[in-house]
């Protein structure tokens, strides 16, 4: 850069200095002026404000909007006009109210009132999207552009025109070191930057009415947006409620309780001292073998004397074949809160002493289950 260029930065520097903390008093501008700008700063900070919420207000989630910006950045570098979208909540819902519906079936009532719900939600995310479109359009982009283009180039010239007024008043304050000329120079070219700076503020605030139309704009589409979104909800909401009168006509069923399943514990040569579970049966059904009572079932067991433990009774002579596998089951049985309890006193008329080479003595007692 010329030598004149860095001699003028820094003639305005040392006025902007002397203005700020000396207190020297600059060329002042008119009061028309003044107001123009401060109109036109308000304009700016509004439109970047409004900007921002609206982009809030068509996607609240700030994650969502954060990972948008970043597609559409990834898009930009690779030469795409746009990203893609983003997808709506209301049709994530809307999935996941179909997709459960679908597991559900068509026998059930919930079932198919989530598919219907699940395709208005689909139906409210492609409004959603709609919306979207039409406020960025015609409103976002129309705001964006006043941004970068309008009210940036009123910026430009006003600072502009601050750097010539600086650079006046520096020069007036020597007029003894500088010529005339030069002074006439610096009034001129702050007075033309003046001019146009002022020029481009009135014509922006006299044509605030392009803004009032993109505000209609954004009131219209959302309008659209609300009266589409109560029809789907309408034809939902009686979709729900002709499924709950038809829930309601039909018979209601009735829970019929299947037979419940039978624990065998007796032993046999095919089965040594195992537990199983036996075949369900009807409570009137019988065992072939079994005696035509009405009586009690009792099962009949050993006490060890020693450890107390119960073992289902079986001949002596079976007790000397039984695995030591099939033992500890049976033990395990014994000690069964389910069954302890249930043995009762020994009785007296039927206590007998056993001798086994595998334990201690025994002594039989019954159960009543």
Known sequence: MSFHFYLGSATKLAQKVSEKVGGAEGTKLDEDFTEMEKKVDTTTRAVMDIMTKTTEYLQPNPASRAKMSMINSMSRIRGQEKGPGYTQAETILGESMQKFGRELGEESNFGLALIDAGEAMRELGEVKDA???????????????????DLKEIQHHLKKMEGRRLDFDYKKKRQGKVTEDELKQALEKFDD????????MFNLLESDIEQVSQLAALVQAQVEYHTR?????????????????????????????KPRTSLDFSISENHNGGIHSGAARSPGARSPGEPRSNLPFFL??????????????APSSHLHNIPLQKLTSLLLLSFSPAIFPLCSKVPSKIPSQVSSPHGPAVLSCTLRL
């Open 131 to 149: 919306l979207d479109m039409e406020v960025k359009q015609n409103f976002i982009d129309p705001l964006q552009n006043l941004h970068d283009k």
């Open 193 to 200: 930057s003046k001019e146009i700076a002022e020029q481009s």
């Open 229 to 257: 979104a109560a029809e789907i909800l309408t034809q939902l909401s009686s979709k729900v409620e002709e499924r709950i009168r038809d829930a309601s006509n039909k018979p209601r069923k009735e829970f019929l309780p």
């Open 300 to 313: 009949s067991v050993r006490c060890c004397v020693h450890s107390h433990c119960l073992i289902p009774s």
